[in-house]
């Protein structure tokens, strides 16, 4: 097992935001999470990411505790992570985007950047990110001039491109046309491939079911259901919190 979270509780300014979250993910799985806005979801990325802290519980990262980890140490232990919306970075190339994956998060990594020799390699690099999710042909174009699809995939080149072993995708479809979202599921084919292990949230039933292996269903900080995707989905449970419907 890849990733596990075991009995984690989290609490921001004395509100319990996740309770009891317990859940593994083996090495080349795709684990999809679910469930209504505020139902605690990214708040899970961000303790895997190290941004939020616990209260109680471990998480544990290639079996080992993975406390204490600071959040501009996580990519250096093979964790990447996608945005859900990259409107900041608008003015910058496809290229120069996913080549902000291979810096350090430091000053002086900012600064070594700044030597041909080392720009050549992390744009070397960058470009074979890109060309695994088949977006070479972005590489010099501005962000703004492309479709949400185009953004998201780059983005996720860009957590790609340190050699990542687990990917977090916030959100990926969102934003994103039904008829291109193919382009995403695409994408995430290839990361599988590649051996990839992924951990993504969407709002997109049908996009969850057909792109994740299993499948978590959350309301108001809580594991509602855990399992196949098709499984988890038709509950009764998550029918009511996530979809809105009653039980027949």
């Given at each position: 097992?890849?990733?596990?979270?075991?009995?984690?509780?989290?609490?921001?300014?004395?509100v319990?935001?996740?309770?009891?979250i317990?859940?593994?993910?083996?090495q080349?799985?795709?684990?999809?999470?679910?469930?209504?806005?505020?139902?605690?979801k990214?708040?899970?990325?961000n303790?895997?990411?190290?941004?939020?802290p616990?209260?109680?519980?471990?998480?544990?990262?290639?079996?080992e505790?993975?406390?204490?980890?600071?959040?501009?140490?996580?990519r250096?232990h093979?964790?990447?992570?996608?945005?859900?919306?990259?409107?900041?970075?608008?003015?910058?190339t496809?290229?120069?985007?996913?080549?902000?994956?291979?810096l350090?998060?430091?000053?002086?990594?900012?600064l070594?950047?700044?030597?041909?020799?080392?720009?050549?390699?992390?744009?070397?690099?960058?470009?074979?990110?890109?060309?695994?999710?088949?977006?070479?042909?972005?590489?010099?174009?501005?962000?703004?001039?492309?479709?949400?699809?185009?953004?998201k995939?780059?983005?996720?080149?860009?957590?790609?491109?340190?050699?990542t072993?687990?990917?977090?995708?916030?959100?990926?479809t969102?934003?994103v046309?039904?008829?291109?979202?193919?382009?995403?599921?695409?994408?995430?084919?290839?990361?599988?491939?590649?051996?990839?292990?992924?951990?993504?949230?969407?709002?997109?039933?049908?996009?969850?079911?057909?792109?994740?292996?299993?499948?978590?269903?959350?309301?108001?900080?809580?594991?509602l259901?855990?399992?196949?995707?098709?499984?988890?989905?038709?509950?009764?449970?998550?029918?009511?919190?996530?979809?809105?419907?009653?039980?027949?």
């Amino acid at each position: 097992m890849l990733l596990q979270l075991k009995e984690v509780d989290v609490e921001l300014g004395g509100v319990s935001i996740l309770r009891d979250i317990s859940f593994g993910v083996d090495q080349g799985e795709t684990l999809g999470i679910v469930g209504p806005n505020g139902a605690g979801k990214t708040t899970i990325l961000n303790v895997i990411s190290a941004v939020v802290p616990t209260v109680a519980g471990e998480v544990r990262f290639r079996g080992e505790p993975f406390g204490g980890v600071t959040p501009h140490r996580v990519r250096d232990h093979g964790i990447g992570r996608s945005l859900q919306s990259t409107q900041y970075f608008n003015d910058l190339t496809v290229l120069n985007l996913v080549s902000l994956g291979l810096l350090k998060n430091s000053v002086w990594g900012a600064l070594r950047f700044t030597d041909h020799r080392r720009a050549d390699d992390a744009e070397s690099r960058a470009m074979a990110a890109l060309d695994l999710l088949d977006l070479g042909g972005y590489a010099h174009r501005p962000l703004k001039e492309l479709s949400s699809a185009v953004q998201k995939l780059a983005d996720m080149a860009r957590a790609l491109a340190i050699g990542t072993e687990l990917v977090l995708l916030d959100e990926p479809t969102s934003g994103v046309s039904a008829s291109e979202r193919g382009a995403i599921s695409d994408a995430l084919a290839e990361m599988r491939r590649l051996g990839r292990t992924i951990v993504l949230i969407d709002h997109d039933p049908g996009f969850v079911v057909a792109n994740c292996d299993q499948l978590m269903a959350m309301n108001f900080g809580e594991v509602l259901r855990i399992g196949a995707p098709d499984e988890v989905m038709s509950s009764a449970e998550v029918k009511r919190s996530y979809l809105g419907q009653e039980a027949d």
